[in-house]
């Protein structure tokens, strides 16, 4: 699998934007209007990027900054950090679950309100999703409630479902290999982390716990915690 050139991580002061040092900036404008074009109401004009990037050459930097500037976007610089490249992910998973690798970004703010000790905004929706209702986050999500099936859950951060979970949950929407999912009972139509989809099983076990599913080795691992 190609290496992945660009990450948009949304938390409370607006995106973060992450880009590999080495790519050309024909490829980073390409990937770039990959990403605003799937989901254009997420990125409406006025939209600011943080740009988080180590050894960014000059050229690149300017010319990311006028192909945002013509779309109505800005870009500003941010703390220079270590780009991470991404291991191949690997097919399967945890408990039975199948994974595979697929891109897929959808993320837009929901009012909610600042998690202790995390730089993200947590939205937290205080019933149960139903089936046909769509749930999206620039951040984390906490669900006090069930995730009926049919139902779906995005969030750039990470998911939490304090009941039943037998929805479609994405963690980590915009690229994010730290994200996880934690349910009461965890048995999803589909679970996504980052890039990595992974579908329950015909005949799901049944667990007395809550569980965590993340990514580890490339690949969802669901394992049980205690709450």
């Known amino acids: 699998m190609a290496r992945e050139l660009i990450k948009i991580k949304g938390g409370a002061g607006g ?7 080495s790519a050309e900036l024909s490829d980073v404008q390409a990937e770039l209007e990959k990403k605003l074009s799937e989901h254009p ?9 943080q740009l988080v990037v180590a050894d960014l050459s000059k050229s690149v930097r300017s010319g990311l900054q006028e192909f945002l500037t013509d779309k109505g976007l800005s870009v500003t610089a941010g703390a220079r950090q270590p780009v991470r490249r ?55 999500v906490m669900i006090c409630g069930n995730v009926n099936p049919g139902a779906k859950i995005v969030a750039a951060g990470s998911i939490d479902v304090r009941g039943n979970c037998r929805g479609i949950v994405h963690a980590g929407a915009m690229g994010d290999y730290q994200a996880f999912v934690v349910a009461d009972r965890l048995m999803p139509m589909q679970i996504r982390i980052a890039n990595l989809i ?20 490339g690949q969802i691992i669901i394992e049980p915690i205690e709450r």
Do not use: C, H, W
């Not at 109401?41 to 990027?49: A, L, W």
């Not at 039975?96 to 600042?114: D, I, L």
């Not at 992974?198 to 080795?217: G, H, L, T, V």
């Open 15 to 21: 995106f973060q934007l992450m880009i590999d040092s």
């Open 86 to 140: 991404q291991a191949q992910q690997g097919k399967g998973a945890g408990r039975g679950m199948q994974s595979t690798v697929q891109a897929a970004q959808s993320f837009q703010s929901e009012g909610g309100s600042r998690l202790a000790g995390e730089q993200q905004v947590m939205t937290v929706i205080n019933r149960t999703v139903r089936n046909g209702e769509e749930i999206t986050s620039q951040g984390s």
């Open 41 to 49: 109401e997420f990125f409406p004009k006025g939209t600011e990027f």
């Open 198 to 217: 992974a579908r329950s099983p015909d005949n799901p076990e049944k667990s007395d716990y809550a569980e965590k599913a993340y990514i580890k080795d």
